[in-house]
């Protein structure tokens, strides 16, 4: 089953199931909930695999408000945009909202289109987020697979060092660091050691040994 991309949280049944027809019939897979925790509920249940999705939320929401409902899910670590539905009394909170790590905000009435636009947005920055976390979890493992004296070449050739000089320094022949630089870059997934400095350049910390 495909994991949500949007999840529309909204205490009024009309509106919840008329954005949901909205984003349904451009593409989007979303999620419905009635109120603040029960979808705080089924975030609980992701943590630590969140995915890419975008949160669509109502400001005013009874028992739990949207701002509550953001706190708590800040809370739990979750990387989602959310984008929060105001009306025009609550803009002040809404703008506070957004200093507070939110997303944006949509006055009510707002334009359909306007309102797809902007998911479309943060959704693009939250799978663009999920990407670069992978890839950072992706070569921190591989760093950590690197023997001591891997970890040695490595660090002499994001220096900039030729392999003579590498060698020199390390008390080892030439054609051993070119053993030690083809593992190091099949492990790290790079082609050359610019490519390694860059992707490494990334990585903060970069945990060199």
Known sequence: MKRPELHIVDDDPDIRDGLAWLF??????????AGGEPFLQAARALVGAWGASVVLMDLRMAPLSGLATFE????????????????HGDVSMAVAAVKNGAWDFLEKPFQDNELVDRVAQALAAASAMQVGDAEAQR????????????????DELIR????????????????TVEFHRANIFEKMGVSSAIELAHKLGRLQPMGSA
Do not use: M
């Open 24 to 33: 349904d019939s451009r593409g989007y897979a979303p999620a419905t909930w």
């Open 72 to 87: 708590q899910l800040k809370a739990l670590g979750c990387p989602w945009p959310v984008l929060f539905l105001t009306g």
């Open 139 to 154: 070569l921190r493992q591989a760093l950590t697979s690197l023997s001591p004296r891997e970890r040695e070449v490595l």
């Open 160 to 175: 900039g060092h030729y392999n003579k000089n590498i060698a020199d320094h390390l008390g080892i022949t030439a054609r």
